[in-house]
Nanobody, 128 residues
């Protein structure tokens, strides 16, 4: 049984930092592209960042480029999202997801439908 579990969310002031973690079990972690998505109340789910199995390829949404860094540790089956210079508009539920392949290019937003496994999410709230 595949399990994807996020952690690290919380309440932070604008300008602050948080690091999200995601641990996946029940799958061969380094076979999967891993991604972070987020969804704010009343908004559509947005692909924030993705990383290939090797870490060689990454994607960042324009809204987070230069502030967020995605990484993975295949030995620990863990995905990370380092978030710096947080803004109130970063407030959302953040989800970790795993995909065997993407139908999109690495320079374009990922398609949610490509991701087979999802976590329950971790809430990030940025106060102004």
């Amino acid at each position: 049984q595949v399990q994807v579990v996020e952690s690290g969310g919380g309440l932070v002031q604008a300008g602050g930092s948080l690091t999200l973690s995601c641990t996946a079990s029940g799958l061969t972690f380094d076979d999967y592209i891993m991604g972070w998505f987020r969804q704010a109340p009343g908004k559509e789910r947005e692909g924030v960042s993705c990383i290939s199995w090797s870490g060689r390829n990454t994607y960042y949404a324009d809204s987070v480029k230069g502030r967020f860094t995605i990484s993975r540790d295949n030995r620990k089956n863990t995905l990370y999202l380092q978030m710096n210079s947080l803004k109130p508009e970063d407030t959302a539920m953040y989800y970790c997801a795993a995909a065997l392949a993407l139908t999109t290019d690495w320079g374009t937003p990922p398609a949610s439908a490509d991701f087979q496994y999802w976590g329950q999410g971790t809430q990030v709230t940025v106060s102004s």
